[in-house]
């Protein structure tokens, strides 16, 4: 099963250490913003389709949790840069003679505030220059048709 945000755990599990339980909720009592799926829907989820595996993603440190026996939940951590830029890779084997498979978090951006401006100046200087380029080739052409 594929979701992208975490199965219901408890908070503070060792190893485990996601984001907190939270759910947001409008004046109206919608949700606008969670952090996990909620209890009951999480149990629904599991008894509905007794999943062997479950990835799910939105977590900013990722986690690894075993809901019950056969079902491990793999929670990738964000790939936003300020938290590693993360990928999980999954390598399934053989499914026709039973299925195995590896689990690999990749983290591609080492990444410090520093670290990010040096990924972010290159692009942000090519785009306002090209902007700028831009701008003036259409304004010189402008003003020699006018003559």
């Keep these: 099963m594929m979701l992208h945000i975490p199965l219901d755990k408890p908070g503070n599990l060792p190893g485990c250490p996601g984001d907190q339980p939270y759910v947001g909720r409008q004046i109206n009592g919608l949700i606008d913003s969670q952090t996990m799926v909620l ?15 479950v990835f799910s993603g939105h977590d ?18 964000s790939i936003m840069g300020a938290y590693g830029g993360h990928v ?19 983290a591609f951006i080492p990444m410090t505030p520093h ?3 040096l990924l972010v100046l290159p692009w942000l200087l090519w785009t306002v220059g090209f902007g ?16």
């Excluded at 075993?66 to 951590?77: A, D, F, K, L, N």
């Excluded at 700028?132 to 402008?142: D, E, Q, S």
């Design 60 to 77: 900013h440190l990722g986690c690894t949790y075993q809901h019950r026996p056969g079902c491990i939940e793999y929670t990738v951590p």
């Design 88 to 106: 999980g890779i999954l390598d399934l084997h053989n499914p026709s003679e039973g299925l195995t498979y590896k689990y690999r978090d990749c």
């Design 132 to 147: 700028i380029l831009l701008t003036v080739r259409l304004f010189t052409n402008r003003k020699i048709k006018q003559q």
């Design 39 to 53: 209890p009951k829907t999480t149990q629904k989820l599991l008894d509905m389709f007794q999943p062997i595996l």
């Design 115 to 117: 670290a990010a401006w």
